[in-house]
T-cell receptor, first 115, second 110 residues
Framework: KAGVTQTPRYLIKTRGQQVTLSCSPI?????VSWYQQTPGQGLQFLFE???????NKGNFPGRFSGRQFSNSRSEMNVSTLELGDSALYLC??????????????FGPGTRLTVL | EDQVTQSPEALRLQEGESSSLNCSYT??????LFWYRQDPGKGPEFLFT???AGEEKEKERLKATLTKKESFLHITAPKPEDSATYLC???????????FGGGTRVLVKP
């Protein structure tokens, strides 16, 4: 089975621009979560999507948004980029069988650099 | 609010020198505790899920254990290819969100 894929793998943007990152989950997985990883803050939860609906959101400003499509693929968008948005953005997918523990499998990430 | 603390931050081992990594947590309604391995520039790779205190899981040279407040990842007779950052995360009652610790960077020298 193919793993979680993320595109693009690397991005360089300038302050004030916006960016869209894409994630394709493992086949059959219905839940997609996004995380930001930085050296200072570690891995932090951004949001989770299930059945095209945002189900949970972390403590990030409204400049960070996302969506999920009917085929479970997801995109996240960051508007008005700031230098501090430079990070590795990770997508994770899970089966979400409705009850109990839900193991998340991560993609390789998109490395975003804001200049 | 769920919290996870990992120690030590970094660990240097000689090949064959066994050691343990610690993950302390507070969580409302633990649904699962997860261990991941992350190599530089890559996404975290899933290792184990532990569900309840007393549970143990093993994979090659790695063994994970869980108590009501801590989890340990034991590395037995490590090899240089075990060098990586090991991440611990909890999933609580507030949904699928994972709360991660800061990780332990492990370097195994030949």
């Amino acid at each position: 089975k193919a793993g979680v894929t993320q595109t693009p793998r690397y991005l360089i943007k300038t302050r004030g621009q916006q960016v869209t990152l894409s994630c394709s989950p493992i086949s059959g997985h219905r839940s997609v979560s996004w995380y930001q990883q930085t050296p200072g803050q570690g891995l932090q939860f951004l949001f989770e999507y299930f059945s095209e609906t945002q189900r949970n959101k972390g403590n990030f400003p409204g400049r960070f948004s996302g969506r999920q499509f009917s085929n479970s693929r997801s995109e996240m968008n960051v508007s008005t980029l700031e230098l501090g948005d430079s990070a590795l953005y990770l997508c994770a997918s899970s089966l979400n069988r409705g009850r109990g523990t839900d193991t998340q499998y991560f993609g390789p990430g998109t490395r975003l650099t804001v200049l | 609010e769920d919290q996870v603390t990992q120690s030590p931050e970094a660990l240097r081992l000689q090949e064959g020198e066994s050691s343990s990594l610690n993950c302390s947590y507070t969580v409302s309604g633990l649904r699962g505790l997860f261990w991941y391995r992350q190599d530089p520039g890559k996404g975290p790779e899933f290792l184990f899920t532990l569900y309840s205190a007393g549970e143990e899981k093993e994979k090659e040279r790695l063994k994970a254990t869980l108590t009501k407040k801590e989890s340990f990842l034991h590395i037995t007779a490590p090899k240089p290819e075990d060098s990586a950052t090991y991440l611990c995360a909890v999933q609580g009652a507030a949904g699928n969100k994972l709360t991660f610790g800061g990780g332990t960077r492990v370097l195994v020298k030949p």
